[in-house]
């Protein structure tokens, strides 16, 4: 398939195009991050998922900016050019932020998974616990 033949058209399109890969700001990250570790508190192998869910969450935010800026873009190189090309660049971070999503998603349910489980062993751990009298002295 040809490229659209405007010129500005392409570099823009080119320019949004890298913010998809450039990286992540850190202090929207370190954000991200700190809400996701307040929210499951995450012991352990839940740590690296809480990390992977905050890099995604933050190629998500970026994904769905950049698709507003390109529907934008291709609707109106459409409106004047009439070639239906303009509209591949949006349809490509459509389907890039739909990969994101569906990683999300699942890294979302793991992690659910994996704190429901720690949380539910913690409870009958308490519970076997409660079960002995504790000494409060030494001789008695």
Known sequence: MKK???AGFNEMVEAKM???FAPIDPDVYADALQALTEEYQPVGAEVQLVERLAHLSCRI???FYLQS???NAGIK???AGGDRQAMRPFHKVSAYHSRL???FEECLRRLKRL???RRRRDALAAEAFSQ???ATSVVQ
């Open 61 to 63: 935010r970026i994904c």
């Open 69 to 71: 800026e390109l529907l």
């Open 4 to 6: 659209f033949r405007d």
């Open 132 to 134: 002995y009298k504790l």
């Open 115 to 117: 704190v429901d489980d």
């Open 18 to 20: 890298s913010t998809l």
């Open 101 to 103: 999503f569906r990683q």
């Open 77 to 79: 190189a459409t409106r």
